[in-house]
Each structure stands twice: as C-alpha cells, then as structure tokens.
C-alpha cells in the first residue's frame, strides 16, 4: 500500500493499519505533536479512560472533560492538546490550530470560570513516542496511514473515529473500517 503523505509533519494524524494487534495502539488514531531527525511524540485520540480530569487531579474544578491513554510513554503524567494560546500561554505549536502543553494552573483557572469547552482542551495520561528513526522504520513497514488532521477531529466519536477516519478520508484500508476488532464475536 502507498502512503497518502510521503513525510509525516506535525499535525498529521497517524491510524494504526487494520491488523496491528499491539495492546497499546490497536486502532489508535495518534496526533503527531512533534517530528523530527531526533524523534517524535504524538497524542492517541480516541483511547478515553473513563475518568474526567477532576477524578484524577482532586485540586481540579470538577467538570466535564475526560482524559485519554496518550500512550505508553510516561502514563503517569498528564499532557494536554488545546486550540486557545490566548488563554493558556506557553504551550508548543502542533499546528495553526492545535498547541500541547502551557500553563496548567492558567488551564485550572480558565475551567472555574467556565471558558474552557470540551472541544478547546484535551488532556491525556502519557505520549506516544519513538526515538530517532524509529517512526521511520515503522512507517516503512506500513504499520501506520498518514492523514492529514480535519478541522472536526476532536469532536469526532472516539469510538468511531478510526473507522470513519478510514472511510472519508478513501483509504484503500477503508474496507477494513467495519471489520469488527474480534471476529469470533461477529
């Protein structure tokens, strides 16, 4: 299979291909947050894990914005995606939409007031992350697509988002996007 986009940048979204059977990033949809020579980091977007920030970070105002498994790298940390520099400075830009990281205690006082939406923010336990060439070689080996990231990513359905991702973007994968993740239950 060709890859739609030769060199993955920032911003692009990576999709797992249809049969990669890795606990971690088994129908993963993965925002690459940085790429280069010496290695890159993504965020999974579609991995929610059923608590919301407030549940894990008791000094949180108590709101309605879940966390997702970033990945495996440090999953004991948290990270966040959000599309508002103006209220949370000192993040690092993913793309001319999308930036990763900032003030956090800016991002706590923002919530209390309310002017934080759950498509402005996105936060997550752990990165994805490859060292130098690894991405690379795994790409080589066709074990990721490479789409560029719509506007409405982050109000997609997590659960459906891989599938629909596939299926609108005419992936030549998109015949697999209804395959169900285990057959036997079919």
Known sequence: MKRSIINPHKGHLLLSEPFLNDEFFKRSVILLAENSSSGSMGFILNKPMGYLIHELIKSFPEC??????????????????????????????????????????????????????????????????????????????????????????????PEKMWGELLRTNHSKLAIWSNYPDDPNLN
């Open 64 to 157: 309605e914005l879940p966390v997702y498994f970033g990945g495996p790298v440090e999953n004991n940390s948290l990270f966040f995606i959000h599309r508002i520099p103006k209220l949370i400075p000192g993040g690092y830009s993913i793309d001319n939409q999308w930036y990763y990281g900032g003030d956090f205690k800016q991002v706590k006082q923002m919530v209390a007031l309310g002017l934080i939406q759950a498509d402005d923010i996105r936060f997550f336990a752990g990165y994805s992350g490859w060292d130098s060439g690894q991405l690379d070689h795994e790409l080589s080996s066709d074990a990721w697509v490479i789409f560029e990231k719509p506007n409405d990513a982050l109000t997609m359905s």
